[in-house]
């Protein structure tokens, strides 16, 4: 009688318990550099069906803090500013939970003078709905390098999604970042607004330090940070025999 007892609390547990919705990538980013030096919008995106999004701003440093807005109005947390304060190169990273989305859906950041930026941004379904954020790290480098590592975290769960953004002090090309991250978008060459690179991982391993590399050396900086996905309320039923 009491093990049958206990065979019935052990599958109510089970059956009650949270389920996970798996994160996935919208397919949904867009880079953008600035034209006046000033401050920098992005082109209009469809953001439907996403419930996260980040963004992230490459700028001088010396120019001070950069916010971003966006067309639907959303509200946006900031992670740790990452500055190599020697080159004056900043990467400024946000995100928004549950955002306002839809179509013609813009991105901008504030307007410093002479800050130089450019802005990537990317967007995903399935992410914790309330408490997303899990940890975050960065690097800054202040000599002229080709490669560069973001800094390491570790994920709580397998489930998350983690996401890498650097901020290149001098205009270079061929950006790229390797274990196993994808890259969203790339602002390369930018005339008016410092280099920019934003990537991302599902089922992260236990411990992540992806490395950019690219082209012309440049001083860098670099944000990466772990979210977690959305938990689902399980429905279940059955009986115990």
């Not at 003078?113 to 690097?139: K, M």
Request: net charge neutral.
């Amino acid at each position: 009688m009491l093990s049958k007892l206990l065979r019935s609390i052990v599958v109510v547990f089970y059956l009650c318990a949270p389920a996970q919705a798996a994160i996935t990538y919208s397919s949904v980013q867009v880079v953008a550099e600035s034209a006046d030096g000033n401050s920098v919008t992005t082109a209009g995106i469809n953001t439907t069906g996403a419930n996260f999004c980040f963004a992230g701003i490459s700028s001088l440093d010396s120019a001070g803090a950069m916010a971003i807005t966006d067309s639907k109005t959303n509200t946006w947390s900031a992670l740790t500013v990452r500055s190599a304060v020697g080159s004056s190169t900043r990467a400024t990273t946000f995100y928004a939970i549950n955002p306002t989305v839809g179509t013609g859906h813009t991105f901008s950041s504030s307007t410093v003078s002479s800050s130089f930026p450019s802005i990537a941004v990317a967007c995903f379904s399935g992410v914790h709905a309330t408490a997303p954020f899990d940890v975050e790290n960065g690097a800054t480098n202040d000599s002229q390098v080709t490669s560069n590592a973001t800094g390491s975290v570790s994920p709580s769960a397998s489930t998350n999604v983690v996401i890498a953004f650097m901020c290149f002090r001098r205009a270079t090309t061929s950006i790229t970042i390797g274990s196993s991250f994808s890259m969203t978008g790339t602002e390369e060459l930018a005339g008016n607004g410092l280099n920019a690179a934003l990537a991302y991982k599902l089922s992260p391993s236990a411990s992540e330090n992806p490395s950019f590399s690219w082209t012309t050396a440049s001083e860098i900086a670099a944000e990466i940070a772990s979210f977690k996905e959305a938990a689902v309320a399980s429905s279940g039923g059955g009986r115990v025999r």
